[in-house]
């Protein structure tokens, strides 16, 4: 079955950086779609970015196009999310998730998803 683990969250300053890992199992990027959401509690979840094959990368928030990158080792099994220029409203916790084929309209609403993994930005 698929498996999602997310990995690299931690304490960051304003204006850092910050690198987080999803380990996947189960499935083929050739025919999944792969991404990122966050949320903090007691809010909506909020759709960050999602790739596949065909598409690309699609953004779902202006305010972190530009600050954040999606990547990936098909040899690792790995999917990357670089955070840049963090700011306090960045706090959350992230979460990568992944369904078949095409990325959710909304950003969130993945068939899988890892237990996620905390960022905090503050001084």
């Known amino acids: 079955q698929v498996q999602l683990v997310e990995s690299g969250g931690g304490l960051v300053q304003p204006g850092g950086s910050l690198r987080l890992s999803c380990s996947y199992s189960?499935?083929?990027?050739?025919?999944?779609?792969i991404g990122w959401y966050r949320q903090v509690p007691g809010k909506e979840r909020e759709g960050i970015l999602c790739m596949n094959d065909v598409a690309g990368t699609n953004y779902y928030a202006d305010s972190m196009k530009g600050r954040f990158t999606i990547s990936t080792d098909g040899a690792k099994h790995t999917v990357s999310l670089q955070m840049n220029s963090l700011n306090p409203e960045d706090t959350a916790v992230y979460y990568c998730?992944?369904?078949?084929?095409?990325?959710?309209?909304?950003?969130?609403?993945?068939?899988?998803w890892g237990q996620g993994t905390q960022v905090t930005v503050s001084s």
């Open positions: 189960g499935l083929s990027l050739d025919y999944y779609a």
């Open positions: 998730g992944a369904s078949g084929y095409l990325c959710p309209e909304g950003g969130v609403e993945y068939d899988h």
